[in-house]
């Protein structure tokens, strides 16, 4: 009999699941966007009133870094007697059989029988992998030092941009990074993009056009190039750079197979990013900056903690999110930042309209249409991406007396997972690709030239449930 | 000394149903426990499933259910040794 009891499909899919992660950490990314807004505006600013961005880069990493330690010990807090009673026997294995530690163990019965509590640290409700502070093995290092580096330049930029951009205006031009990820698939995978590809980057271009239109300023309408300028080539690119780094990282394996938490992921990226972000900022801090860095650290250590803080929760859901899918479609769903940015722009010109203006006059409605349209523009442009993804299975046999190389499967573009099997098929590779067309390559351009593959079956999925 | 963690079996299940049965296997499928996934797949076979069980015997009792549903033909079930 059956025991539905222990269904495995859960009423939260791991597909739902994936696209709670990746839109949250969207609708975050889009509040702590406001909050440095308001941060660089109303606080780090000097005597003229005049926001210093270099101060606020340099406050915020360090603000940044301690508030995130501190963040990750509370994670740490175990929450079961498991983690205890295993830290009190690895102590015991250490040390020579004494009274008082046996005592101590036997006064603590071993939880397996008595608890059933699914989590053993706070932190696993925000991220079930995090086991506590990890030391990363050193390819991990090499991938995370280079996000630091990326990210680090990412972030530098990000301040400069803040301080006079529109946050209707920033989201949907920071978006951008998809369109350069694409191109970099489409360079890898040398090929010509497809009929969804090119329809979504002409509506991300054209809606990020549009909402960076603003007639009802001072400026006439004019685009603020050089603003325009940093967001394409710096702050997109290093994106784009920093996207493809964190996914190596989230593939990064140890020598027992398992792959570094989201948690400490983002702890140790952070470490880089901001020795990164810092080493960018100090050629630009004369004396009198350091000034305002004093001056202005006790007021902004609220706000900024309360950004980094919802950084960091955002980020540790995005590389959840990132380890459960394809980065182009985490990006894509993240992407409704997009949209949250438009009310939470009006709700802060509410709270503080000093610092969060908005279009005004006669034209203001036209304004706000254009950002609409170019939000909801660059967000289906994102949207349509994601809902365009086919899954192929590929069941091939080994040929005898033939050494076989999994890494020159794996190392194949969309290659998602290689699993070895018993029975009448050897491998079982899922591919995943934006189009069937797209299976052509990796399938008879790749796998059918490996020399130890044979008898290739190719099955595409029709439709696919996951508990 | 505490023990090591117990290591989870891992089956794919190729399947081959009868004509116009194939929703109606499907969910019965769905309600079997240690099925992480399913999908309906052209070629060869009609429907994967992917099982994920503690114990060789739960692997053995589970591919006994699926066999006795109605409407499937034929099914070929894969140990997972390694995945990568």
């Known amino acids: 009999m059956v025991d539905t009891t222990t269904r495995p499909f859960r009423k939260l899919t791991r597909k739902y699941t994936f696209i709670i992660l990746a839109v949250l950490s969207g609708i975050i990314s889009s509040i702590w966007v406001a909050i440095d807004s308001y941060t660089s505006s109303a606080i780090i600013v000097d005597s003229d009133g005049i926001t210093n961005e270099y101060v606020f880069a340099v406050q915020s990493m360090v603000i940044g870094i301690i508030v995130s330690i501190l963040f990750v010990l509370v994670l740490w807090i175990p929450i079961s007697r498991k983690p205890i009673y295993n830290f009190i026997t690895k102590i015991k294995s250490y040390l020579p059989k004494d009274k008082t530690i046996t005592q101590l163990t036997s006064d603590i019965t071993s939880p397996k029988k008595t608890e059933k509590r699914r989590f053993s640290f706070l932190g696993q409700y925000i991220d079930p992998q995090y086991q506590g502070i990890k030391i990363p093995t050193k390819k991990m290092f090499l991938w995370i030092s280079l996000s630091g580096l990326f990210s680090g330049i990412n972030t530098f930029i990000y301040f400069i941009l803040i301080k006079d951009m529109s946050l209707a205006v920033f989201l949907p031009a920071a978006q951008f990074v998809v369109v350069y990820l694409i191109i970099g698939d489409l360079i890898v995978d040398k090929t010509l993009p497809c009929a969804v590809e090119i329809q979504s980057i002409i509506m991300i271009v054209l809606g990020v056009i549009l909402a960076a239109i603003d007639f009802t300023t001072g400026n006439g309408g004019a685009f603020d190039w050089t603003n325009l300028l940093l967001i394409f080539l710096v702050f997109n690119t290093s994106s784009a750079i920093y996207v493809i780094f964190q996914k190596k990282t989230v593939e990064s394996k140890d020598t027992k197979g398992k792959s570094l938490d989201s948690t400490n992921i983002r702890l140790w990226t952070l470490f ?17 900056d350091w000034k305002v860095f004093s001056d202005t650290f006790k007021p902004a250590f609220l706000p900024i903690a309360i950004s980094m803080l919802l950084v960091y929760i955002a980020r540790i859901l995005y590389v959840r999110a990132l380890s459960m899918g394809k980065m182009s479609i985490v990006n894509s769903l993240s992407s409704v930042s997009v949209i949250a940015g438009i009310p939470i722009a009006l709700f802060g010109n509410i709270l ?25 523009l660059v967000f289906t442009g994102i949207v349509g991406l994601s809902m365009s993804e086919v899954k192929i299975l590929i069941l091939a046999k080994v040929r005898g007396s033939m050494e076989w190389d999994i890494e020159k499967i794996k190392s194949i573009s969309g290659v998602e997972k290689v699993s070895v099997l018993t029975g009448k098929y050897d491998l079982l590779i899922t591919l995943r690709t934006r189009t069937i067309g797209r299976g052509y390559q990796p399938i008879v351009e790749q796998l059918e030239k490996l020399p130890f593959l044979s008898d290739l079956k190719s099955q595409t999925i029709l439709k696919e449930w996951n508990a | 000394m505490s023990s090591p963690d117990k290591e989870i079996m891992k089956a794919y299940m190729l399947i081959n149903v009868a004509l116009g049965r194939t929703n109606e296997v ?19 076979y009609d ?38």
């Open chain 1, 272 to 288: 880089f990013m901001a020795i990164f972000t810092i080493l960018l900022s100090l050629p630009f801090m004369r004396s009198y």
């Open chain 1, 352 to 376: 503080f309209p000093e610092y969060f203006t908005l279009p005004t006059g006669d034209a203001a409605w036209v304004v706000w249409s254009l950002r609409g349209i170019g939000a909801i």
């Open chain 2, 26 to 44: 499907l969910a019965k499928i769905k309600l079997i426990p240690s099925v992480t996934s399913v999908a309906v797949i052209t070629g060869e």
């Open chain 2, 47 to 84: 429907i994967i499933v992917r099982l994920e069980t503690l114990t060789m015997n739960e692997m053995y009792n589970r591919t006994q259910e699926i066999h006795l549903i109605d409407g499937i033909i034929e099914t070929t079930t894969s140990i997972i040794q390694k995945e990568f």
